[in-house]
């Protein structure tokens, strides 16, 4: 993609203060141009919504061997859907830019994360949720000598025990789909007709649950299942 420099319209040449610093002449532009008033914000908001429409084609793009069935003309539609929620949350949220790094890395952050979101929800769009347990044979087997392996075993019949007895229904279909078969979290939660945040405290409170049944049993969670959990 070609690499143009968004100009701005400078409304004011003094420097507002986010977070306690001076903004850069280029961060003041945008924000004082974003709050301003008719045909200034309007042409502010176009050059933004431009930015976020490049952000977002270059993640799709970086992301389309994931949706390699989809054709261009999908994958530009699903860029520009990421740039108009990216617009729409810059815009909520402009008054938590800190001042940290520039306005429009900051803004360009939104984009990436939207296009991400378009693309794996776009990949699993057809796809079945697993719900169930379907990989337990995949997270133990890994050549162990014998003793290691009988131990895996034995840590993994108390995990599916204690998934099974210790989890409410939702925790344990939160669990497994993230932990176990690897659905990603934004499409669990659209699937689920609930947020990401609340999806994330639903994993906390289960794995925690499974510590304490597992530690109960003498088989604490090793760390490494437990930052898998977390992934």
């Given at each position: 993609?070609?690499?143009?420099?968004?100009?701005?319209p400078?409304?004011?040449?003094?420097?507002?203060?986010?977070?306690?610093?001076?903004?850069?002449?280029?961060?003041?532009?945008?924000?004082?141009?974003?709050?301003?008033?008719?045909?200034?914000?309007?042409e502010?908001?176009?050059?933004?919504?431009?930015?976020?429409?490049?952000?977002?084609?270059?993640?799709?793009?970086?992301?389309?061997?994931?949706?390699a069935?989809?054709?261009?003309?999908?994958?530009?539609?699903?860029?520009?859907?990421?740039?108009?929620?990216?617009?729409?949350?810059v815009?909520?949220?402009?008054?938590?830019?800190?001042?940290?790094?520039?306005?429009?890395?900051?803004?360009?952050?939104?984009?990436?994360?939207?296009?991400?979101?378009?693309?794996?929800?776009?990949?699993?769009?057809?796809?079945?949720?697993?719900?169930?347990?379907?990989?337990?044979a995949?997270?133990?087997?890994?050549?162990?000598?014998?003793?290691?392996?009988?131990?895996?075993?034995?840590?993994?019949?108390?995990?599916?025990?204690?998934i099974?007895?210790?989890?409410t229904?939702?925790?344990?279909?939160?669990?497994?789909?993230?932990?176990?078969?690897?659905?990603?979290?934004?499409?669990l939660?659209?699937?689920?007709?609930?947020t990401?945040?609340?999806?994330?405290?639903t994993?906390?409170?289960?794995?925690?649950?499974?510590?304490?049944?597992?530690?109960?049993?003498?088989?604490?969670?090793?760390p490494?299942?437990?930052?898998?959990a977390?992934?």
């Open positions: 993609m070609p690499g143009t420099v968004c100009e701005v400078l409304v004011d040449p003094e420097s507002p203060v986010a977070g306690g610093r001076a903004l850069d002449a280029e961060s003041s532009a945008w924000l004082r141009s974003l709050d301003a008033d008719g045909p200034v914000r309007d502010a908001v176009a050059r933004l919504h431009a930015l976020l429409l490049r952000a977002a084609h270059f993640e799709v793009v970086r992301r389309r061997t994931a949706v069935y989809v054709r261009g003309e999908e994958l530009e539609d699903l860029a520009m859907q990421a740039a108009d929620d990216a617009l729409v949350a815009l909520a949220k402009r008054d938590q830019f800190r001042g940290e790094s520039r306005f429009t890395t900051w803004a360009y952050k939104f984009a990436l994360l939207e296009a991400s979101v378009k693309v794996r929800r776009r990949a699993w769009q057809h796809r079945e949720v697993p719900l169930e347990p379907e990989a337990w995949l997270v133990p087997d890994r050549a162990l000598a014998p003793e290691a392996a009988a131990e895996g075993n034995e840590l993994i019949a108390a995990v599916q025990d204690a099974a007895t210790k989890l229904p939702h925790q344990r279909t939160v669990l497994v789909a993230l932990a176990i078969n690897g659905v990603p979290i934004d499409v939660s659209e699937r689920l007709g609930t990401r945040g609340a999806l994330y405290k994993l906390h409170d289960a794995r925690r649950k499974l510590r304490a049944a597992l530690a109960a049993d003498g088989l604490p969670i090793r490494q299942l437990s930052s898998e977390s992934s």
